[in-house]
């Protein structure tokens, strides 16, 4: 188990689920559902490297299926935290996944947005910037969106690893303007990308209400 699982599986409540990896991702009947995808900028779709699950806790690894230099950087993680309150599931699945990201990279940088709630779930924006990890040497990006509700949260992350670069406030700036080019594509295809996912929960049969 990674050790970003560990601390998925220490935040997390009792409880039974398990995050399906296919193109249209849902759980149970009666339950979240989140409707996820692979990227439409990942050719060939995505390729599951990892299913971990535990009491109250899953996590899904997709990279993409096929593996161009560019892809070959890029990354998408699903975590899921269910049971319980979830009152503070998105603050808990935040912190793990930051503190993961501070352990070869404390000088990283975090930008988040303010928390947009509707229909029963709240939804989060976080930017983590690492100019330079201490173990590969290499700059990382994650992008990262969490929804919660009463019953379930879901954290995704699209990660995209690079050379090392500076940082000025939270603007990337590379020696090569080839990589600055790379990284726009990438965040022009990621920013709908997580902006398009959504939890739904369905009332009853009739009625049915998604995240904002």
Not at 24 to 33: V, W, Y
Not at 41 to 62: I, M, P, Y
Not at 103 to 118: D, G, L, M, Q, V
Not at 155 to 182: C, H, I, K, M, N
Request: charged share 20%.
């Amino acid at each position: 188990m990674s050790a970003l699982a560990r601390w998925v599986a220490a935040v997390a409540l009792g409880g039974a689920s398990l995050a399906q990896a296919q193109d249209t991702l849902e759980q149970r009947k009666g339950q979240d559902t989140l409707n996820m995808g692979p990227p439409a900028s990942w050719e060939g779709g995505w390729a599951q490297t990892s299913n971990q699950r535990g009491e109250g806790w899953s996590r899904v690894d997709f990279l993409p299926a096929k593996q161009t230099p560019d892809a070959r950087r890029q990354a998408i993680a699903l975590l899921e935290i269910w049971g319980g309150s979830q009152r503070d599931g998105a603050a808990r699945l935040l912190a793990a996944w930051e503190a993961d990201v501070r352990k070869t990279c404390p000088e990283a940088s975090a930008a988040r947005t303010t928390a947009r709630n509707a229909n029963g779930f709240s939804v989060l924006y976080v930017q983590f910037l690492c100019p330079r990890r201490s173990d590969t040497g290499e700059g990382v990006l994650h992008l990262v969106k969490t929804i919660s509700s009463d019953k379930h949260t879901f954290l995704v992350a699209s990660v995209r690893s690079s050379p090392p670069f500076a940082l000025s406030g939270t603007t990337v700036q590379y020696a090569d303007s080839g990589e600055a080019e790379a990284l726009n594509r990438w965040l022009r295809a990621m920013d709908p990308y997580l902006e398009n996912i959504r939890a739904c929960d369905a009332h009853s049969h009739l009625v049915t209400v998604c995240s904002p």
